[in-house]
């Protein structure tokens, strides 16, 4: 499609052309027809820096409400061309600027805010180009076909954690033990922290171990949503977002409740994202 | 479209240095201070970028604007001609300069640019300027393309590489435009007066002095290209205004009411194509007699040829004429009056000499001879520089002064004639003219300016006189540098001496012609013509459109050919090497088998070639070297590389067998 510009230049060739009916230049002629020429080579010339572009979207990593959601895109150039100033936006942002070189690839990580917990669907992906001249615009509009989980937003001036006063074996057992009392070795679960890898034993043997110790192991808290204070229910989502970093950064065991769920009380990277997409996920009542 | 496109530095530069070329051209005929200021600008625009300046404020651009605007009008007393609009175009883009930084007011720059460079084909239209313009072109059209990415980075070889692509895949497009674009003949409104300021020519009237001062130009007037031999030099009298009415010092046009005089022409017919230089004038020049008219021009009763419109554009048409002639068998009375019109007084000695003759002579011819004889004998001069005449200027010049240009002598025998009661009449042309080997036409030029006499006679109507050659025969049989003596008053082209120099010229005049006729002189009619040799049927409009539309359509699928076909990956130049060394190995039977490794092929060939196998085994060394070795790395120095593969093609090379 013309830009702008390209318009601009339709206008300023018409007049050119007119001069030179009227004056009869026959030099006119050929200038303005050169460069009329040289508009629609551009043409040619943007289709092509767009043309044969493989997108593909990466799902991208969940967010908590009110950062973005970050799109990574990978083009794909299989075509042995350059393609230069290729812009990519979601929705009617402003655009990113990416090259591809010649059979290769180019990445670019688009953000798009989110606002409330849940699927975040990720908008329509607008490629476009307008190089070489920006007479023209190429465009192709896609959909990415994948969402962003978006955890509630934390609260923002967080209650500190419940301790001990839940239900069942709660945190009374706290004290007994210490944080470096050694309880044995487990293995290596995606979260745990570095300092706890238990280098010599996972050296020895097959796979990674961390230590175990039973501050952690006994030290537990119960979440719960029905014991969260809060004025409706998207304000206590946020608070028990807040205390489920809080805990999972604190190395503390925790479990959550929410109507219908019951998540048992445990400290991974794995249990955290379940715990967060939980309460992400939470129907309305 | 978007705040991230925003133009760099290069981009400015590049705008600059495009704007720059393109209003080089106008500086020659802007005013001093235009030409100044629109250099302080750019510089001034440039200082900004260097030095991080902020951009000047409104209020201090508006009233140099007003100035500027203020001192256009004060140079050119208007702001609509042709130089004064172009002088304010290039005024206002240098102070638009000033306050552009977004991408928006570069484009606007840079089409205002493209604009400009269109105005310059106002002021010339040569070879020169056209290759020249192209320069600006380049730069403005890299520059479109340096903003159209964003932050202004694009490398500089980038940009050209882009531009001159743009531009070169564009010149099919622009052929296929410039020869079946319906052409419209303009003018579509009236162009502004000073627009034709620059031609010169033939004047409808001839005061002593116009010719001569017309010969000190050596401006092409036309050009004639034959068809068959080029006439005797004497021969080519090209027909001009033909001038009857006589006031006592000059000679004008008449009124134009009468029949015209029958042509009987005698022996073949002479067919020639002119390509008439614009003169802004209706007359157009033929061959004396013209007697096959160029379609749509008129004749008039002394068969001088008209075009409808005064010629502004280089005109091509054919003609034919009869070099031998009877012309006007007979001669109405309001004809003989025109004929023998004379002012009342002045002249009494050439009145006396005249009559003395008519009762002497009493035939015309004998008449005519005595004034010939006249010229021929007493002492006149042929030169371009006769002295000031008095009020009675025929008196002056045949009894005291004796010097004068062709003008003069044509002036004073045809009032001689008119005095002894024989009619005649001026014709201002031009005679002669040079052969330009190269092409095999014709040039004339203004230096060619000539006037001649026509007299009446009852026997043989109108007979052609040039009393000029009576006094410098060599004007009519070699042309005007001949003819002078002093002769360097003439363009220098028009001079027999620097004789490389005039070879030189009509070489670049040739190429010049072809220039005139087939570029610059592409019309609707030739455009026609065009398109009725392609289709061999007679072509109209539809017929045009229609093979416009289909070859641009053909155009943009061949470029589309080629630009979306895939890029082969380049042939790594060791491997190309290899391929060499394999190929010869071939010749000598050694065929490498599908798959089969250097070392194989080398194990082999060394065998049947014993006396080349430390060669071969140092070429497969190199290769698998290059190819495969620590070389092929990436942050390995390119100077070895390049050394290695250096001794490997000299390896090859001289591998013979």
């Known amino acids: ?285 | 479209m978007s705040l991230a496109i925003k133009p760099g530095k290069a981009d400015l530069h590049w705008l600059l240095g495009a704007m720059l070329l393109a209003m080089a051209l106008h500086f020659s005929h802007f005013p001093l201070w235009t030409s100044a200021l629109i250099v302080l600008f750019m510089a001034w625009r440039l200082l900004l970028q260097w030095r991080q300046w902020a951009m000047p404020r409104l209020w201090l651009l508006l009233p140099i604007t007003l100035l500027g605007v203020a001192g256009i009008y004060l140079q050119y007393r208007t702001l609509f001609g042709r130089d004064a609009s172009v002088a304010l175009l290039a005024l206002m883009l240098s102070l638009k300069l000033m306050e552009s930084s977004t991408r928006r007011d570069y484009v606007i720059l840079i089409f205002a640019g493209y604009f400009l460079t269109v105005t310059a084909f106002l002021f010339d239209q040569s070879l020169w300027v056209g290759g020249y313009l192209l320069l600006p072109v380049f730069g403005l059209t890299a520059c479109l393309v340096g903003i159209s990415y964003p932050h202004g980075v694009l490398s500089n070889r980038l940009r050209s590489r882009l531009s001159l692509t743009l531009l070169l895949q564009a010149a099919p497009l622009m052929l296929m435009l410039f020869l079946l674009f319906p052409r419209i003949p303009g003018p579509l409104w009236g162009v502004p007066q000073d627009a034709y300021r620059a031609m010169s020519g033939l004047n409808d009237h001839m005061q002593p002095g116009d010719i001569s001062e017309l010969s000190l130009s050596g401006a092409v007037a036309f050009r004639v290209q034959f068809q068959g031999e080029i006439p005797a030099q004497r021969q080519l009298y090209w027909r001009g205004p033909v001038l009857w009415q006589f006031d006592g010092r000059g000679w004008h046009m008449a009124g134009n009411d009468h029949a015209v005089e029958k042509l009987e022409g005698l022996g073949e017919a002479v067919s020639y194509t002119m390509t008439l230089e614009p003169h802004n004038r209706r007359w157009l020049l033929m061959l004396d007699v013209p007697h096959i008219l160029p379609a749509g021009t008129f004749l008039t009763s002394e068969r001088q040829v008209l075009a409808p419109m005064p010629v502004r554009t280089r005109m091509r048409y054919n003609g034919s004429s009869h070099t031998q002639y009877h012309l006007a068998a007979g001669l109405g009375s309001r004809e003989l009056a025109r004929a023998l019109q004379l002012p009342p007084g002045g002249n009494p000695r050439s009145r006396a000499l005249a009559m003395a003759w008519q009762r002497e002579l009493q035939t015309p011819e004998r008449i005519i001879n005595a004034a010939l004889t006249m010229f021929r004998s007493q002492g006149f001069f042929y030169t371009l520089t006769p002295p000031q005449l008095g009020d009675d200027a025929i008196d002056d010049f045949l009894f005291s002064s004796k010097r004068g240009f062709c003008e003069h002598y044509a002036s004073s025998f045809a009032y001689l004639m008119r005095a002894a009661g024989i009619p005649a009449r001026i014709v201002t042309g031009y005679q002669g003219g040079e052969t330009n080997p190269v092409g095999q036409y014709l040039i004339v030029r203004q230096s060619d300016a000539h006037a001649w006499v026509e007299v009446w006679l009852a026997s043989r109507g109108w007979v052609r006189l040039d009393p000029t050659a009576a006094v410098a025969p060599s004007r009519v049989d070699s042309g005007i540098n001949t003819a002078l003596t002093d002769n360097t008053l003439l363009p220098i082209l028009a001079r027999q001496d620097h004789a490389w120099l005039r070879k030189l010229y009509l070489n670049w005049d040739a190429v010049n012609n072809g220039w005139n006729q087939w570029v610059l002189g592409y019309n609707q009619q030739r455009q026609l013509e065009l398109l009725s040799r392609i289709t061999g049927t007679t072509a109209n409009w539809q017929q045009l459109m229609l093979w416009l539309t289909g070859s641009l359509l053909l155009m943009a699928l061949l470029l589309c050919a080629l630009l979306f076909r895939r890029k082969r990956m380049p042939i790594d130049p060791a491997q190309a090497l290899y391929l060499r060394y394999l190929a010869k190995l071939s010749r000598r039977g050694i065929q490498a088998g599908a798959g089969e490794g250097p070392l194989s092929i080398q194990q082999r060939a060394g065998k049947l070639l014993p006396q080349h196998e430390a060669e071969i085994a140092r070429i497969t060394r190199l290769y698998l070297a290059l190819r495969y070795g620590p070389h092929a790395e990436p942050h390995a120095e390119p100077h070895a590389e390049r050394k290695t593969m250096a001794e490997l093609r000299s390896l090859i090379e001289r591998l013979d067998c």
């Open chain 1, 1 to 285: 499609m013309p830009s702008r510009a390209g318009w601009g230049l339709a206008i300023v060739l018409f007049a050119m052309l007119t001069g030179a009916i009227n004056y009869t230049l026959s030099l006119g002629f050929i200038l303005t027809f050169l460069l009329a020429g040289m508009a629609l080579v551009s043409l040619l010339h943007t289709w092509r820096n767009l043309a044969w572009l493989q997108v593909e979207a990466a799902p991208p990593p969940a967010v908590f409400a009110g950062q973005d959601a970050i799109l990574q895109i990978t083009l794909t150039e299989d075509r042995g061309r350059d393609r230069l100033a290729i812009a990519a936006g979601i929705g009617g942002q402003e655009p990113l600027f990416v090259d591809v070189p010649a059979n290769g690839t180019g990445t670019l990580a688009i953000g798009s805010p989110t606002l409330k917990r849940g699927w975040h669907a990720i908008g329509t992906l607008t490629l476009s180009t307008g190089f070489p001249g920006g007479l023209f615009r190429a465009w192709s509009k896609l959909e990415p076909g994948v969402r962003c989980l978006v955890y509630p937003r934390p609260a923002s001036s967080s209650l500190p954690l419940p301790q001990g006063n839940m239900p069942g074996r709660g945190g009374s057992l706290s004290s007994q033990v210490g944080d470096e009392d050694f309880a044995g070795l487990r293995l290596y679960q995606r979260g745990d922290s570095p300092r706890r890898i238990d280098w010599k034993a996972s050296s020895r043997e097959q796979g990674m171990y961390s230590r175990e110790f039973h501050a952690e192991s006994q030290q537990q808290v119960w979440l719960d949503l029905a014991q969260t204070p809060g004025s409706d229910l998207e304000q206590r989502l946020s608070q028990l977002t807040s205390w489920i970093m809080q805990a999972h950064d604190a190395d503390q065991r925790y479990g959550l409740r929410l109507p219908g769920t019951h998540i048992a009380p445990a400290h991974s990277q794995a249990h955290y994202e379940a715990c967060l997409r939980a309460l992400a996920l939470l129907e309305a009542e």
